[in-house]
C-alpha cells in the first residue's frame, strides 16, 4: 500500500524558518507530480506549491510565493517545502499529495495520494 508521511512540522517564531519533508514509499514517485497544500480548522484544504517529476517546473500560491520553495529528490523519494520568513497565517496543517494527472493542479481533487499532515505553528 502506497504511502507518503511527512515531517518537519512544529512551533515556531514569526519570522524562523522550517523545512517540511515528505518521504513516498509503495508507490511510484520519481515520475509523477507533487504538490503541498495546507488546512486550518474548518476550512478547505488550500494548494501551496507543486514541482513537476523532474523538478524543472514549480507553482507556488501568491500568499506564499518568495517566501517557500518546493524542491524533489527522487533518489530518496523525498519532496520537500522550505518555508522561511514565517508569519502566523501561515499555521495550518500541511499535507503533501501525488499528482494524479499529467499537468500540475492547484486543486486537491487532482492529487491521488496523501500523508497524513503535519501541523505547523507560527507564533507572533
Known amino acids: 500500500q502506497g504511502q507518503l508521511v511527512e515531517s518537519g512540522g512544529g512551533l515556531v517564531q514569526t519570522g524562523d524558518s522550517l523545512t517540511l519533508s515528505c518521504v513516498a514509499s509503495g508507490l511510484t514517485f520519481s515520475t509523477y507530480g507533487m504538490g503541498w497544500f495546507r488546512q486550518g480548522p474548518g476550512q478547505e484544504r488550500q494548494f501551496v506549491a507543486s514541482i513537476s517529476w523532474s523538478g524543472t517546473t514549480t507553482h507556488y500560491a501568491e500568499s506564499v510565493k518568495g517566501r517557500f520553495t518546493i524542491s524533489r529528490d527522487n533518489a530518496k523519494n523525498t519532496v520537500y517545502l522550505q518555508m522561511n520568513s514565517l508569519k502566523p497565517d501561515d499555521t495550518d496543517v500541511y499535507y503533501c499529495?501525488?499528482?494524479?494527472?499529467?499537468?500540475?493542479?492547484?486543486?486537491?481533487?487532482?492529487?491521488?495520494?496523501w500523508g497524513q499532515g503535519t501541523q505547523v505553528t507560527v507564533s507572533s
Open positions: 499529495a501525488r499528482s494524479g494527472r499529467v499537468a500540475l493542479g492547484t486543486e486537491f481533487y487532482e492529487y491521488d495520494y
